[in-house]
């Protein structure tokens, strides 16, 4: 589980997240939604503890890890998982060096590869492989690490139609199978209706509403999320 | 007729900017290499050359090795740990490697120093200060330009010191490499620490067939072939290591990030990157030490016009390279075709050691019908256009590549040719960067000794070339006087250009 509680984080005087407070259940996939500059990317980074929230606190799993402007856990200590906008991949390891990267190791860096479909690419590098491959590869390096909860930035953000219909399918089937707590972060409202049980909508740093889709179409509670309802069609 | 040379305009361009490659570099080792034959091999016939070319690859190697390792982890530490000052400790420890570096070792000279420093080892210790900062800040600008979300990606699941082991310093490799290769070609290339420090090396007995008793330019010209063959070899190295690496990826990001906290490691870090920095300008206070003992009373005697001859062709020949980097610099950015031929000659006759430029220079322009550009500065700026354009060319590359190519794509679409688009949005977009490069191309003429020590004219002698003349017979402190006035020249110029490039950026 993920809990938020009065969140802000301020850079260079200027408030980028103000009193964020919510939390994810241990099976749930909440959507944070909301337009480029709202703060969606910010707020991963304070879970992930790359980033120390001036105000409020984080807990993963029952731990205090952030604390008034204090990373208590360092981020490769919260056993979190992360599939980045860009992908991340580093260019001089292979397929397998990332997932050992990550500390899988041989029977489960073979399983991991079967499962997302790289079995016989384990030994290309990323510049070997198309962009549905390394979307691949950014996922099973997430989970090479059995982490304790999954982040995705903006997973679907850079790719076609039909490669993001596969993804989709992939990214249900592997999260049914997880059962993990996962925050999603996109502007598409129909991606986080795709995958997400609830949805998150931020607004120029705050935290507007939550709740599922269907809430949301019910009760807006701004014109924001009316609007952005609107254009989900 | 109008419309159509309206189109050639960026082909005409580019074929002046390498027209004055051409002029500058490539003809001067055409002639070294057609000359060679006429001459006979016989003194490439007995081994004792082939044995001094050894030593001398020998020592660039031990120099390039040395620079890997201090350069290295000073580059990935200044340029991404919480080291306290690292700006500062940056500055100071880069300060050298615009000096020459025959001036390092007059100042560890007049410091209190072992037996030693007259020997091989001593050369690699005062060579490796004077090139290190070269892999420092090449290391250091490619760990900033490294996408921040890679170390994240890696820092999920492993320690900071880890991550800059695996991911890091793998990903910043291609510019330590760089770095090594432009070590070796400055060590192979250097003049004055073997000339100083008593070391033989191959290009001093070029030199000596050039300056000194046993005169004879054809022999040069023989001795300088293994040379080339060297600058052929590094040019290849070059050649892999940039192959297929766009000039964005090798360039400048600017986006904030924490730094790399070192945890408890961060004070002995602290330390070793001070002590580093403080042992690099070490040599200027020996300088400084000997100055006191009357040299700056005597200095006005023995300056003369040599800042004048430094600066003026310094600086008209850093004009002429930036004008040149910026229609090469942008072909290069935009992949236009010829512009890598034009580049590969560039860093080919930055790589070949300069006594081989030397001698090509002299067979070419030092003719009757040619005097006129012989025996005045202009010789001067023809030899820092041979052996430096490479600097500003890849500096406004690199700046140029970062920017949309749509900018200029805009302009001309609306009917914009060549030159205006580059007038009204290249340079005006890039103005820093031109200035950055300028600047650099201005520094690294000031600091040359190497190339023009065998051409230039009477009563034209840069301040470089009177100090290392007179460090044989004239008085110490004026020596060390003298000496600091040319890192007075480079210190006033770096700041100069950073008032400038900090107004630019306003």
Known sequence: ???????????????????????????????IVGPSGSGKSTLLRVVLGFIAPSHGSVDIGGVRVSNEGRVVVHPEERHLAMVFQDLALWPHMTVREHLQFAHAAGPRTEMLLQRVGLAGKRDRRPSQLSGGERQRVALARALAADPRALLLDEPLSNVDVLLRRELIALLREVLAERQLPVLLVTHDLREAGALADRVAVMDAGRLVQIGTIAELQARPATRFVEALLADRG | MGRALKRAEEHLALAGAGFVICATALLPLVAVVAGAPLSGFAPLASASPWLLLLRSCALAAAVTACALLLGVPLGMLLGRANIPGKRAALLLHALPAFLPPFLLA?????????DALFSSVGAIGVET????????????????AIDPSM???????????KVAVRIVLPVAWPAAALGALLVFALSLSELGVPMFLRIRAYPAAVFSRLGAIDYSPGEAAVLAMPLIAVALALLAVERSIGAGRSFAVLGLRSEERAALNLGRFRWTATV???AAAVASVLPIAGLARMALRGGFAQIGDWLGAGIGNSVVPAALAATLLTAVGLILGRSMARGRPGSGWFDALAVFAFVTPAAVLGVGIIDVWNRPATHAVYRTVAILV????????????????????????????????????????????????????????????????LRDLETVILFY?????PLTVRILTLEANGAPPVVAALSLVQCGMVAAAIAAGAVALAGARR
């Open chain 1, 1 to 31: 589980m993920i809990e938020l509680q009065g969140v802000s984080v301020s850079m260079h005087s200027h408030e980028i997240l103000h009193h964020v407070t919510f939390s994810v259940g241990a099976e749930e996939v909440l959507a």
């Open chain 2, 106 to 114: 007059l100042g560890w000279f007049y410091l209190p120093h072992p």
């Open chain 2, 129 to 144: 200060f004077a090139f290190a900062p070269i892999v420092t800040a090449l290391v250091a600008l490619a760990v900033q």
């Open chain 2, 151 to 161: 170390e994240e990606a890696g820092r999920l699941s492993a320690p900071p010191w």
């Open chain 2, 272 to 274: 070793i990157c001070w």
């Open chain 2, 382 to 445: 023809i030899g820092f256009a041979a052996r430096y354009a490479v600097i500003p060319a890849r500096a406004i590359a690199v700046a140029i590549a970062q920017g949309s190519p749509h900018l200029e794509e805009a302009a001309a679409v609306q009917g914009a040719g060549f030159f205006l688009r580059l007038r009204r949005i290249v340079v005006p977009l890039h103005g820093r960067a031109l200035l950055g490069a300028w600047l650099l191309a201005f520094v690294f003429c």
């Open chain 2, 457 to 461: 004219p009477p009563g034209s002698a």
